[in-house]
């Protein structure tokens, strides 16, 4: 049975979306079968992988709401062992639909685990809001990663998403776990950024990443041309770094080994 990570933080901007996208394709790589889930009405992750959002005629909204099948809706990327439940537009109203159903909260687990078993991971692109379908992301998920910005602000309205993660855990879903903190658009050379990094840890020890995501103008421009890091510039240090993320992920869940040299890639300066 696949696992279900949620990749979840209200705040903007932190490369949440950029972190799904290619965390799944590194996955993919490295011979796990994997999907993403787009739930975020933005549909990002769906143009970000090479999908065009207004072409898109059913997605997870009628997943969820209207109980289509989603091995029905489920598109093959270009990316080797990847596949994605796609979004739209219409997701931005399914909150109000769903506000007065019963369960309304459990609606994507149950989607989800009809293609549980098809799939070593899945990975959910969650909107950057705390609103029901990201408390829908969070109930189906086994775990959670947050990105964390390595700016100014980067520890605001954590808070928040830690509390929504407990009640989550006490109301919902009892087993979710925090799989851990990225570090997201490091760049070494700024003192602040060094300054983020220490609290950051100091502050959640353990549950931080190993791997940091360093800022890379690669990843920037991948989903402009629709496609993911890998595929996009498989050298490039963006790519090397999703790639040692999706190695620590494998060795926390006992499939594979990480030697300690390849934790963090040091990046000298910006660029490929």
């Given at each position: ?33 994997t999907l993403i889930v787009d739930a975020d009405p933005q549909a990002n992750a769906t143009s970000g992988i090479g999908f065009e959002p207004k072409n898109i005629k059913t997605s997870i909204y009628e997943c969820i709401l209207n109980e289509v099948e989603p091995k029905d809706i489920i ?198």
């Amino acid at each position: 049975m696949g696992k279900i990570i949620a990749v979840a933080n209200q705040k903007g901007g932190v490369g949440k979306t950029t972190s799904a996208i290619n965390l799944a394709a590194s996955l993919g790589v490295l011979e796990q079968r994997t999907l993403i889930v787009d739930a975020d009405p933005q549909a990002n992750a769906t143009s970000g992988i090479g999908f065009e959002p207004k072409n898109i005629k059913t997605s997870i909204y009628e997943c969820i709401l209207n109980e289509v099948e989603p091995k029905d809706i489920i598109l093959k990327t270009e990316s080797p062992n990847l596949d994605i439940l796609p979004a739209h537009i219409d997701l931005v109203g399914a909150e109000i639909e769903m506000i007065n159903l019963p369960n309304r909260e459990k609606m994507m687990r149950a989607a989800l685990n009809k293609i549980k078993d098809e799939y070593d991971f899945i990975i959910i692109d969650c909107s950057p809001s705390l609103g029901l379908i990201t408390v829908n992301a969070l109930t189906a998920a086994d775990s959670v990663i947050v990105p964390v910005q390595c700016e100014y602000f980067a520890l605001e309205g954590l808070g928040k998403l830690l509390n929504t993660i407990k009640i989550v855990q006490s109301r919902l879903n009892p087993d979710l776990e925090i799989e851990g903190m990225l570090l997201t658009m490091y760049d070494q050379r700024l003192r602040l950024a060094n300054q983020v990094v220490e609290e950051v840890k100091m502050h959640f020890q353990n549950m931080v990443f190993d791997t940091i995501i360093h800022r890379n103008t690669k990843l920037g421009e991948a989903p402009s041309f629709g496609e993911t890091i890998i595929t996009f510039d498989a050298s490039s240090k963006g790519s090397i770094n999703y790639l040692n993320l999706a190695r620590e992920i494998l060795q926390k869940n006992n499939l594979t080994r990480i030697n300690e040299k390849d934790k963090i890639i040091e990046v000298e300066e910006d660029g490929q």
